[in-house]
């Protein structure tokens, strides 16, 4: 079982639409979590963080964690042809200097 | 604001060939990390220094050496390049704790 995992896609949603994008991982002393948006040819660029359970909401983006089910997930509202990348969900476990990525989940929006 | 500065950002090398990939961050962050990205792979780390003066290997390291030069840089070396090595390879920095990390634009490296 790898240590956070992720549809890998493709991932198609009409344009206005709300995109859901699920992570779940292996390790309870996960501690931090957090969404990285990549476009192609581009570098990871970070969206949004989440370090308790519930919502956490910033502009069209909302991040979901329920630490009890071992889940993340970000949802990304009225969905634009700009918000097209690979979604890369991370991981920071208690004691742990590394990030641990999933592989991405490729979203593709259509107008 | 530069944050995470990564040179060159395109190399093309011969099999056999050693090269050096820099990174600097002026973020003051303590940790700094590389990893390399294949088509379909996902990021996977080479080498990472959670402080200046210590390095650690990560899950691909075979094949590379880092320096940490001092807290602000941190070199990914290659002695003898070969076709596998082929990537897009990503310097990254954050502070400890519970802080994300932020890239680098790349450097896209190939292996003929």
């Known amino acids: 079982q790898k240590e956070v995992e992720q549809n890998s896609g493709p991932l198609s949603v009409p344009e206005g639409a709300i995109a859901s994008l699920n992570c779940t991982y292996s390790d309870r002393g996960s501690q931090s979590f957090f969404w990285y948006r990549q476009y192609s040819g581009k570098s990871p660029e970070l969206i949004m963080f989440i370090y308790s359970n519930g919502d956490k909401e910033d502009g069209r983006f909302t991040a979901q964690l329920n630490k009890a089910s071992q889940y993340v997930s970000l949802l990304i509202r009225d969905s634009q042809p700009s918000d097209s990348a690979t979604y890369l969900c991370?991981?920071?476990?208690?004691?742990?200097?590394?990030?641990?990525f999933g592989t991405g989940t490729r979203l593709t929006i259509i107008p | 604001n530069a944050g995470v500065t990564q040179t060159p950002k395109f190399q093309v090398l011969k099999t056999g060939q050693s090269m050096t990939l820099q990174c600097a961050q002026d973020?003051?962050?303590?940790?700094m990390y590389w990893y390399r990205q294949d088509p379909g792979m996902g990021l996977r780390l080479i080498y990472y220094?959670?402080?200046?003066?210590?390095?650690d290997k990560g899950e691909v390291p075979n094949g590379y050496n880092v320096s940490r030069l001092n807290k602000r840089e941190f070199s990914l070396r290659l002695e003898s390049a070969a076709p596998s090595q082929t990537s897009v390879y990503f310097c990254a920095s954050r502070t400890t704790g519970d802080q994300p990390q932020h890239f680098g634009d790349g450097t896209r490296l190939s292996i003929l």
């Open positions: 220094s959670a402080s200046e003066g210590t390095t």
């Open positions: 973020m003051n962050h303590n940790s």
């Open positions: 991370a991981v920071i476990v208690l004691g742990n200097e590394k990030l641990t």
